[in-house]
């Protein structure tokens, strides 16, 4: 409104109907796609107030003079190409992963790829499976006309696609003991970042009074799988950044690259009944299918109620850069007997060490090079069952291994 001041008086403005025209054509000219506003002159209060309105245009974002802004509390910031692509896509409600990817074609997937993900779908019974391969993908939207979808080859594609999970193991922020690069179709890539994980968690053993010992680790597995589903289903694959997974002692962090998506703040995930925003709506779809995830931004909700055991555990989530970081993180407690880690979590094992158990740690003390057949060997037992032993001084914490199988060393843990 011309002829209002910022207080809300009319104080009136002073022009022609060339004025307004001319106003209009600019507005028309200077915006892409071209927006025609509606400027007429009223009378306020015996004064002349000129009008301008422009209804909401249906696909966003719309530039002025070649550029794209957004509105962040009392200042306008440039959009960066991300943004305006993420913007125009879900004003179509397309997403990326939904579009064809004319580099690839329905040969270059792999048969047993697509029918192990049809027979989980099957076991699922969230689709009803009818026809043949092709017709399936159709129906579900991984195929178009014939050509695969990005999301296609992200999951099923003989070959591995340009993505990698980046995924290591800490001693400082500094000093990697353990890691991998993982690539993969994303079924694949996230079964065997979860085996990592659980490879490098300390595991504590619940005596229960039968034949067999509750085993405990230092995190909720199910939590962990959902923020590393969470960080494959949602990253941003326009980006070539990493998915990036640390372990540290008392700390797990995952940061997948791209903020969070259609409007989405870290202040609605701390609630319980925030709405689910899907950048990528096909892989999505697969997981959900497959009874990976559920569909309706329930994760986080139930993150929060598996670390609830974990009295000492926090669970925190942010913007970082240009993605997002999730960390677990828990304070360690050690007692003298034997918990569940839920309750002290990251503790030694209170269990007692047998005499080949001690022999072994004598051994990597004496020699942090030694191989599991030479302390084999010095004991005088099987092989089979010194591996046996190193494994669950390992589950433990009592020990850990510090780079690959060979030209690795170990390091015994005090205490």
């Known amino acids: 409104m011309i002829g209002v001041n910022d207080e809300g008086h009319v104080v009136g403005s002073v022009c ?23 400027v007429e002159s009223v009378r306020l209060k015996n004064k002349t107030v000129v009008c301008i309105r422009v209804d909401e245009f249906p696909v966003k974002p719309v530039a002025c003079k070649d550029r794209y802004y957004k509105r962040v509390a009392n200042s306008n910031h440039r959009m960066t190409l991300t943004e305006i692509a993420n913007t125009h896509l879900q004003t179509l409600q397309l997403s990326w ?10 040969h270059q997937l792999s048969k047993e790829k697509i ?3 049809l027979e989980l779908v099957r076991q699922g019974g969230r689709f009803k499976i009818e026809g043949g391969q092709s017709v399936v993908l159709e129906k579900l939207g ?36 353990d890691d991998r690069m993982i690539r993969g179709t994303l079924f694949e890539a996230t079964e065997e970042a979860m085996q990592f994980i659980i490879s490098h968690l300390k595991v504590a053993f619940e005596i229960t009074g039968k034949l067999e010992r509750n085993e405990i680790f230092e995190y909720p597995t199910s939590a962990l799988r959902e923020l590393l589903l969470n960080a494959v289903v949602h990253r941003d694959y326009t980006s070539p950044t990493d998915i990036q997974i640390k372990i540290f002692d008392n700390a ?14 870290v202040e609605d995930l701390k609630t319980d009944s925030y709405q689910s925003r899907t950048r990528n709506k096909l892989i999505a779809e697969a997981f959900y299918l497959t009874r990976d995830i559920e569909k309706y931004g329930s994760g986080y909700l139930r993150v929060r109620k598996e670390i609830a055991d974990y009295p000492t555990m926090t669970f925190d989530y942010q913007e970082s850069g240009d993605g997002y970081l999730v960390k677990l993180e828990y304070k360690e407690q050690r007692t003298s007997t034997t918990a569940k880690v839920g309750e002290k979590v990251g503790e030694k094992v209170g269990e007692k060490l047998t005499d080949n158990q001690r ?19 010095l004991i005088g037992i099987s092989l089979r069952k010194t591996e046996e032993n190193i494994k669950k001084l390992r589950g433990q914490g009592m020990i850990e291994r510090v780079g690959p199988a060979r030209g690795g060393h170990w390091v015994v843990q005090d205490g």
């Open 115 to 117: 029918n192990h993900f």
């Open 359 to 377: 022999t072994i740690l004598r051994c990597m003390k004496e020699n942090q090079h030694v191989a599991a057949k030479e302390i084999s060997e």
């Open 142 to 177: 991984y195929l178009k006309d014939g050509v695969p979808t990005h999301a296609a080859r992200l999951l099923f594609g003989k070959s591995n696609p340009p993505y990698s999970l980046h995924i290591g193991r800490f001693k400082t922020p500094s000093t990697i003991i």
């Open 97 to 106: 992963d939904a579009y064809p990817d004319e580099q690839y074609r329905f």
């Open 252 to 265: 797990i962090s995952f940061f997948n690259p791209g903020k969070l998506y259609g409007g989405l703040t």
């Open 16 to 38: 022609g109907d060339e004025s307004l025209q001319n106003w209009a054509n600019e507005i028309k000219q200077n915006s892409s796609p071209s927006i025609i506003p509606t």
